[in-house]
């Protein structure tokens, strides 16, 4: 299968998620569990980020402009969500600052050697690939991928992902700012107003002086 193909199964709403994700596992999943696995260093968390990684692949699939980039993106994804991990923030930021030709480079050196031997470090969890494909498409955790494909809400223009630290106003902050520039504005003009108003309004005419009181006096 073609990565243009993974694009239309994920974007597509005819085909049943739970085939476009084993599509995604199949065509990608071991070496995007390898790329977690390198920035994390523990198994648990490496299959947590991978299943982290595909919901949001398939949530901003759309960002995708070239689906010739497919593997890039989702390495960059892949990277993204490592960071989100204190222990692994530094290494995987600094791999996000990666140059775009290095960024989809495959594993190698000691983390291929490692990954191929005999360590149980190295090891896959038990059935990764059961495990990663229900918790993208198990109906109970429906909320938890709602907030995984909201919280990585940060891309550049060519539809990669930003690193976790770039921060964003959150969408509180965006309704209250605008909202409060308009009411200093009115306030202004407001104060104008009555400031012209009061200048421009003709002093009050000196009462007569009574004719009567003066002859008396």
């Excluded at 920035?39 to 299943?51: E, G, K, N, Y």
């Excluded at 969890?125 to 919280?151: F, K, M, N, Q, W």
């Amino acid at each position: 299968m073609t990565d243009q193909d993974l694009v239309h199964a994920l974007r597509s709403n005819r085909i049943q998620p739970s085939d476009a994700y084993a599509r995604l596992y199949d065509a990608y999943g071991e070496e995007l569990y390898r790329e977690c696995w390198v920035s994390l260093r523990d198994t648990d968390m490496a299959h947590t980020v991978l299943r982290d990684t595909f919901i949001v692949a398939r949530a901003h699939i759309d960002r995708l402009s070239d689906s010739a980039r497919l593997r890039e993106w989702l390495i960059a994804i892949a990277r993204a969500e490592c960071a989100r991990h204190p222990v692994a923030a530094r290494a995987s930021a600094t791999a996000l600052a990666a140059p775009t030709n290095q960024m989809a480079a495959p594993i190698s050196g000691e983390y291929a050697e490692q990954f191929t031997g005999e360590s149980p470090l190295c090891h896959r969890p038990p059935c990764l690939r059961l495990r990663v494909l229900s918790g993208v498409t198990g109906p109970d955790l429906s909320g938890y991928r709602a907030h995984i494909a909201e919280r990585a809400n940060a891309f550049d223009r060519c539809g990669f992902p930003l690193p976790p630290s770039t921060k964003r106003p959150d969408a509180l902050s965006s309704r209250l700012v605008p909202g409060l520039i308009l009411a200093a504005c009115a306030l202004l003009i407001l104060v104008l107003v009555v400031y012209v108003c009061v200048r421009t309004t003709p002093a009050p005419m000196p009462w007569p002086i009574d004719p009567i009181v003066t002859m008396s006096g």
